[in-house]
């Protein structure tokens, strides 16, 4: 036996008189076999194998309890996974390692080489007090590995499994070899038989599943049988341990028999689920050791739980709460999901996120959505984010990182989604397209609309929707076309591919056929009050799309309920928002007995009028009464000021092209007239280009543009800066219609396309009919606009836009002394706003797009250039109406005429575009003041439109009545 004097001694040389190749470099060779060298006792290999098993290598050093660890397990430090504070639990290992060496936590936390030795002295002393002066091999040497485990000593037969689990996977990594960046270990020959009895390393060993997809057969290798208490050998080995009568009770799992059976604690999960049926499945990563794990969940104060455990290195799986019972790993998720923790850390995942825990786990996530009738399709397929991305509860599969009332990070950055999400969805032959055809304004389903569907052979077939306005077809490979088609709707086109391993869901909004369009100078505000917000729209039953009356809906201490068309009307404070300032944020709740409650939420209130589409889920698959914490939660976020870096990055993507000599004048493109596309698709649930089963919204690219410009723009601003906006909006929109993002879809709702959500702003709707058909265009193509908060100082100097690499640098006067906010190129959203008090939308598109070389090509295909000299913009005051929104039974309408008198009509026609009521008038020149009886119309949004009979001019406004 070594002296502590003797450790003392040469750790303090080494730390004198580290040589170069020891100190200033990872040179895990010379510092496991320096180890090796002072401590002879210790069989090859097995610091290495210890290591790898604990950490794959990685000197481990958290800073925080609970970063990303879902199911709170004490952290673990150094290349050896050592814990400083087991909660009363655990062993402290990391203590018992650095007394015995002399050296300080901070100094083992942070010189890997001193961790070596300082565990190597560990093993080294327990060796010597099991087997005083024996020469032990690998397979003696199990018992002293034993003590290093954090997992208790206390005798009970789960930890006395766990310590197998343990020293089982140390064993494993030594037999077979490993490889990294930093190390490599060749296999040795590891004798298991002579460490474990026969039906122990049966269970030990047993692998998960092997998955085979041709046949659609999941397959267990092997039989799980009880497992003996390992007993100490002596020192001269050679015999398997004997079986002994004392057993753990591992036995196989009832609901999924690949998976061993280890109940955890009665005290750390809840036994049923309290009638809510399971939907979800949550995924994990454990921050720990999957023997660890297993003995924390059996920990009574743990408090923590999950229904599965898989292991890194073969994928077992332990099952340690029945799939009926509440496990305890994500808050307010708990009651409806199923929870499998993954060995590994997330920081590390890449080493830990092994095949065959892949194929393992996924094979157990088909059994559970068998077993529960959960769409597998449904798992998320996005990319690995390193934060919380909380995504809707109908995303059935995903992380622990996703489920809102979560800080948690796992399963991170690592986890390859779209590999897990093929493996639980295997390729099929055929592509299911889903589709929903619904009112673009109330978001209700149009039942029997007609489908002809072009197929790609070019045949065609013809089909109807159901009286939800759903259509499921097959598809084979190829391209094929959809025309839907309903009496009072304006048609609509679009296509999608089908092929392997795909599927489609889409929503198809058909506009109304007679939706008016507002003159060019409309009043952009639909309410005459600058401090309020009106919310108006429809709630629905988002399986059926129907309207669902009885749903409140509550905005603070603001409250309105929908009447037997699903419709509501809520009015709230809203301030005016200054320039440079952002609008205050509010959360709206929906509610109805038997559906999920619906809780949008980061909705910046902004005066104006919004119409709204709520889809409330039914909660008949978790219970009658939604329990408390279930719903549907929804953050919404907005491109003027929520667009990260990344975001804005990609927004901005490549300019290609060279500034010297770009410039192209409008009047020397001589091209045709480009068409504008009609129709738009567009993915939701993305995080950029990569979507998780993208729900895919079909529109017309108007109604894209009416529903999507408050999303980047605020509604508020005044008309010039709308219409610029709108110009921009659809022209990026267009762009991405012809150089699509995908076969399936063309832009995605995400900010780094374009920000999209489906409410509509009066005065963003009527801005975009003012601009209808009008985009920029570049070289004979339809432009790519790209737009940013601010880009005052982004690299031309204060006062000026553009970047003076990638962009023209544009004089932007009206910016001086303000922010940068973006990347420069393009137009300045927060500029166009100031442009806007005072120049028209033209004179503002070519300030900022003009010097790129873009044009704008009206919807009749001329082009229009401007200069600063062009006409000042004038706020149109021809019609106004009042009072709006509507309580009582007359609206006075003012109506300014400037030539001579003549004949007019005045149409009142509701939402649908429906006609409510029509009267001739004779105007005369100057201000006409009229009174119209609105006693018989219902509650809802009315367009009000006086059109002259000499010369057809048409102005419109909207108005709001309540009751």
């Known amino acids: 036996m070594m ?120 093993l080294s002393k327990e060796a010597e007090r099991q087997y005083p002066g024996a020469r032990l091999t690998a397979e003696n040497f199990a018992s002293v590995l034993e003590k290093l485990a954090e997992i208790p000593d206390d005798g009970t037969a789960v930890n006395t499994y766990a310590h197998s689990l343990y020293t089982y996977d140390v064993y494993d990594h030594w037999k077979k070899g490993f490889s990294s960046a930093k190390f490599k270990q060749l296999p040795r020959p590891i004798q298991l038989e002579k460490i474990y009895s026969p039906k122990l390393l049966r269970t030990l060993s047993a692998p998960g599943v092997r998955v085979d997809f041709l046949q659609d057969k999941i397959k267990a290798n092997g039989f799980v049988l009880p497992v003996t208490n390992p007993q100490p050998i002596t020192a001269s080995g050679g015999n398997a341990r004997t079986e002994s009568t004392s057993e753990v009770a591992a036995v196989q799992s009832t609901d999924y028999p690949p998976a061993l059976w280890d109940q955890a604690s009665t005290s750390n999960f809840t036994v049923g689920r309290g009638g809510v049926a399971i939907t979800n499945v949550t995924i994990h990563t454990t921050q720990g050791s999957y023997a660890g794990t297993i003995s924390w969940f059996n920990n009574a104060s743990a408090q923590v739980s999950a229904h599965y455990v898989v292991r890194s290195s073969d994928g077992q799986i332990t099952q340690m709460v029945l799939e009926k019972d509440k496990a305890w790993h994500a808050r307010s998720a708990n009651p409806y999901t199923i929870g499998i923790e993954h060995e590994g850390f997330v920081e590390s995942g890449n080493t830990w996120y092994t095949d065959a825990m892949y194929n393992s786990s996924a094979a157990l996530v088909r059994d559970i959505c068998a077993s529960n009738n959960i769409d597998g399709s449904t798992c998320f397929r996005g990319p690995a984010t390193s934060g919380t991305n909380f995504l809707p509860i109908t995303v059935r599969i995903k992380g622990h990182q996703h489920y809102p009332d979560n800080t948690h990070t796992d399963p991170g950055i690592y986890w390859n989604w779209s590999r897990y999400a093929d493996l639980i969805n295997p390729p099929t032959a055929v592509t299911i397209a889903s589709f929903a055809v619904k009112d673009q304004s109330t978001g209700l389903a149009i039942a029997s609309a007609a489908v002809t569907i072009t197929k790609p052979d070019g045949s065609t077939s013809n089909a109807t929707t159901n009286s939800s306005g759903q259509l499921v077809y097959g598809l084979d490979s190829g391209k094929y076309t959809f025309a839907f088609s309903k009496s009072g709707y304006k048609s609509i086109s679009t296509f999608f591919y089908g092929g392997p391993n795909d599927s489609v869901y889409a929503d198809i909004n058909l506009d109304v056929a007679s939706t008016a369009r507002l003159a060019a100078n409309t009043t952009p505000l639909l309410t005459s009050n600058p401090n309020q917000m009106v919310l108006t729209g429809y709630v629905r039953d988002g399986a059926l799309n129907s309207s669902l009356s009885g749903v409140q809906v509550r905005a603070g201490n603001y409250t309105a309920t929908t009447d037997a068309r699903g419709f509501f009307s809520l009015t709230i404070p809203a301030n005016a928002i200054a320039p440079g300032q952002t609008p205050a944020t509010i959360a709206i709740q929906s509610t109805k007995a038997g559906y999920l409650t619906n809780s949008i939420q980061h909705l910046y209130a902004i005066p104006d009028t919004y119409e709204m589409q709520i889809a409330l889920t039914p909660a008949t698959s978790f219970t009658t009464t939604p329990l408390p914490g279930l719903e549907e939660l929804v953050v919404r976020r907005h491109g003027l000021f929520d667009k990260t870096l990344a975001e804005q990055i990609s927004f901005a993507g490549t300019h290609a092209h060279s500034i010297v000599g770009a410039r192209q004048e409008a009047s020397a493109i001589t091209a045709a007239a480009l068409a504008v596309p009609a129709v738009i698709r567009v993915a939701t649930s993305c995080a950029c280009t990569a979507c998780a089963n993208p729900h895919v919204q079909v529109m017309s690219l108007e109604s894209y543009v009416q529903t999507g410009l408050d999303d980047e723009w605020l509604s508020s601003w005044n008309a010039a800066s709308l219409q ?68 005052n100082n982004a690299g031309c100097g204060d006062g000026y836009s553009g970047t003076g690499t990638d962009y023209p640098c544009i004089s932007d006067s009206r910016c001086v002394g303000r922010t940068k906010s973006g990347a420069g190129r393009g137009m300045c959203q927060w500029g166009s706003s100031f442009w806007g008090t005072d120049q028209t939308y033209t004179w503002i598109l070519n300030h900022y797009y003009n010097p790129d070389s873009a044009a704008i090509q009206t919807a009749t295909g001329a082009l229009v250039s401007t200069n600063v000299s062009d006409t000042k913009i004038t706020d149109d005051r021809t019609l106004s109406i009042a009072p709006n929104p509507v309580t009582g039974s007359t609206i ?61 001019k048409a102005t419109s406004k909207k108005i709001l009545v309540v009751r």
């Open 3 to 122: 002296s502590t004097r003797r450790l003392l001694t040469g750790l303090f040389l080494i730390l004198l008189f580290r040589v170069e190749v020891m100190a200033q470099t990872d040179n895990y060779n010379a510092w496991f076999a320096e180890a090796y060298q002072q401590y002879p006792n210790i069989p090859q290999g097995v610091l290495e194998s210890a290591a790898w098993s604990a950490s794959r290598l990685n000197n481990m050093h958290p800073q925080t309890p609970g970063d990303g660890d879902e199911v709170a397990m004490p952290l673990r430090y150094g290349i050896f996974g050592l814990i400083e504070d087991g909660k009363g639990y655990f062993k402290n290992n990391l203590h018992t390692v650095i007394a015995l060496s002399g050296i300080t936590a901070a100094q083992f936390k942070n010189d890997v080489r001193l961790q070596i030795l300082a565990v190597a002295k560990f």
């Open 724 to 791: 610029a906006g709108t110009v921009a909006y659809r022209s990026r929109g267009a762009w991405f219609v012809q150089n699509p993002v995908a076969s399936n879809y063309d832009i995605s709702a995400a900010a780094c396309h374009q920000t999209w959500q489906t409410d509509r702003a009066t005065s963003v709707k009527n801005a975009a009919i003012a601009t209808a058909g009008i985009v920029l265009i570049k070289n004979g193509a339809i432009y790519k606009a790209e737009y940013c908060a601010e880009s």
């Open 892 to 952: 006075t309408i003012d109506y300014t005429l400037a030539a001579a008198s003549q004949p007019a009509t005045i149409v009142l026609t509701d939402n649908f575009g429906q006609s409510a009521q029509q009267r001739n008038v004779v105007l005369q020149q100057g201000v006409n003041r009229l009174s119209i009886n609105t006693s018989s119309l219902k509650p809802g949004v009315y367009n009000v439109t006086v059109r002259l009979g000499a010369s057809g």
